[in-house]
Structure formats: C-alpha cells, structure tokens
C-alpha cells in the first residue's frame, strides 16, 4: 500500500493479528495501525521503504531462529492483547455499563 493513502491508512491491524494467532511474524506497510500494534524488531516489522522490506524480508529468511522468536512474540502479544480473556473483560464492562447506569446518570 502506498503509505500515504487514506485507504491504507484507513485499514486494520488485522493481518497481524491473524499471523501472530499462529506464531507467523508480519512484515507489513508501515500505516498507522500496523505501526500502533507492531512492536519494530520484537513482534515483527513494518517497512518504510524498498531496502526495509528487502532487509526484513531476507533476515527472516535466512534466521529460522529469529522467524520463530518474533512469530511467537507476536502471537504472545496479540493473545494478552487481544485474546479472548481480555474480549471478555471488556465485553463485560460494556454491558455492565449499559445495564448498570452510574450515579452520573440521574
């Protein structure tokens, strides 16, 4: 995606979050949400430019041990980040607050 488009700025995360599910580390574009989620050189990369995907690219190539050190911060990540126990607790405090008025309220 061309960094500067609104429509690829405009998009998710979601493919990282997918690839770290399986323990698979995400190079990607550098827009915005991959760059939030990302953490640069730990749970994967984002390029910035042609030599950054070649350099990243290549080094997980040729690294089975960083491949799979980086795949399985990712996955780590995106679980305590994402997971289902945190879903859950969010979930819960969304309906509690809908169900529940506060004192704010009256």
Known sequence: CIR????????SQLKYHE?????????SSATQPY???IHLGVT??????????YHYL???IN???????????AKNHVIAKFGPRVQSLVSSSVINNIL???????
Do not use: H
């Open 4 to 11: 500067d488009s609104v429509f690829c700025e405009g998009k």
């Open 19 to 27: 690839s770290g599910l399986v323990a698979v580390p995400t190079v």
């Open 35 to 37: 760059r939030d989620a």
């Open 44 to 53: 994967g990369y984002y390029a910035t430019n042609q030599d950054d995907w």
């Open 58 to 60: 290549s080094q997980l």
């Open 63 to 73: 690294d089975p041990e960083l491949r799979k050190s980086i795949g399985l911060c």
């Open 100 to 106: 529940i008025p506060s004192n704010n309220d009256t």
